[in-house]
């Protein structure tokens, strides 16, 4: 919910539907790391990527579905002990865990 921290897991899985964003398209049931809440996927973890440069390209971030935009808004930047997150870092992680647990806080 925004405005507080709120608790995500983070699981493979594949693309419950095709979704293109900062450049990637994610074809339906092609692997993808999927955001959870307490009950429900919630969204899918983007790698950050504009075409110009910016520090933030290559970190990753949870980019909520359509449903969810009112309880967390559309994009979120991950981070890990005060430090932004890579895609690729977080994309190796899942040859060694099933899940990840995240908490972040959601701004309103």
Not at 1 to 13: E, L, S, V
Not at 30 to 37: F, K, N, R
Not at 40 to 52: A, D, K, L, P
């Amino acid at each position: 919910m925004k405005g507080r921290i709120n608790q995500f897991i983070f699981k493979m899985g594949n693309a419950p539907f095709t979704i293109t964003e900062m450049s990637k398209t994610f074809i339906k049931n092609e692997p993808c790391i999927l955001v959870y809440d307490n009950s429900n996927c919630v969204g899918m973890i983007f790698e950050h990527y504009e075409s110009r440069k910016v520090a933030a390209n290559g970190q990753a971030e949870i980019r909520f579905f359509d449903a969810f935009h009112n309880e967390y808004g559309k994009w979120h930047r991950i981070f890990i002990n005060g430090q932004r997150l890579s895609y690729y870092s977080l994309w190796n992680k899942f040859n060694f865990l099933q899940v990840i647990e995240y908490s972040g806080l959601i701004k309103g």
